[in-house]
């Protein structure tokens, strides 16, 4: 069974870091695509950012450049550094994962294409 469990989140000022991270377990298979989706009150839930099993990764337009999404596989977790934030890239933040899977790049842009996902963690920025 697939476990998703996210930490890192808080409250910064605009213009600041953080660094959200995902303890994951469970995966059977080694084909996959893990991602980070935030969602603000009122506005469906988006991607920002996806890692593929083979090392590709992909980003929402409104986040390239500034977020950074990676893996750690002694740890068994991923990361999502997010700098230069916006008070737009407040929202709950979650850690997301379809396996068996791929193609990160396309299933990001739609968060039914996975199938687990962590509890969330709060980001808040403000101006």
């Known amino acids: 069974q697939v476990r998703l469990v996210e930490s890192g989140g808080g409250s910064v000022q605009a213009g600041g870091s953080l660094r959200l991270s995902c303890a994951y377990s469970?995966?059977?298979?080694?084909?996959?695509?893990m991602g980070w989706f935030r969602q603000a009150p009122g506005k469906e839930r988006e991607g920002v950012a996806g890692l593929d099993s083979d090392g590709s990764t992909s980003y929402a337009d409104s986040v390239k450049g500034r977020f950074i999404i990676s893996k750690d596989n002694a740890k068994n977790t991923l990361y999502l550094q997010m700098n230069s934030l916006k008070p737009e890239d407040a929202a709950m933040y979650y850690c997301a994962a379809a396996i068996p899977g791929g193609q990160c790049a396309a299933r990001i842009l739609l968060w039914r294409n996975m199938n687990s996902w962590g509890q969330g963690t709060q980001v808040t920025v403000s101006s």
């Open positions: 469970g995966f059977t298979y080694s084909s996959y695509c």
